[in-house]
Nanobody, 126 residues
Framework: VQLQASGGGLVQAGDSLRLSCTAP????????MGWFRQAPGKGREFVAA????????YSADSVKGRFTISRDNAKNTMYLQMNSLKPEDTAVYYC????????????????????WGQGTLVTVSS
């Protein structure tokens, strides 16, 4: 699955931003999808994942209650709605597709994902 992330930018603390991830082609709806991020000087960390059928989601504790992952399989697009942004949310955000088709459980580690977008930068100023 080829992925393209977009929607990043420079915002102030407390603002909202919505990231999008598009996957041209017909296989998007068969894969669990996720978002990861990598802050300057740090490793890539899991943010959220959503099941291939939609509905089930899982988020990292650091973003629970602030970020919402969703998907529209008809549009081959996944979203990450980010509210109440904090300076510590500053990072390059990557969308990713599950390594396995129609896996029954939600993955949350880098090794579980086999397709990656190019990343989109989110900068939150204080």
């Amino acid at each position: 699955v080829q992925l393209q992330a977009s929607g990043g930018g420079l915002v102030q603390a407390g603002d909202s931003l919505r990231l999008s991830c598009t996957a041209p082609g017909s296989t998007f709806s068969n894969y669990n999808m996720g978002w990861f991020r990598q802050a300057p000087g740090k490793g890539r960390e899991f943010v959220a994942a959503i099941a291939w059928r939609g509905g089930r989601t899982y988020s990292a504790d650091s973003v629970k209650g602030r970020f919402t992952i969703s998907r529209d399989n008809a549009k081959n697009t996944m979203y990450l709605q980010m509210n109440s942004l904090k300076p510590e949310d500053t990072a390059v955000y990557y969308c990713a597709g599950d390594r396995w088709r129609a896996r029954n459980w939600l993955p949350n580690t880098e090794a579980d994902f086999g397709s990656w977008g190019q990343g989109t930068l989110v900068t939150v100023s204080s």
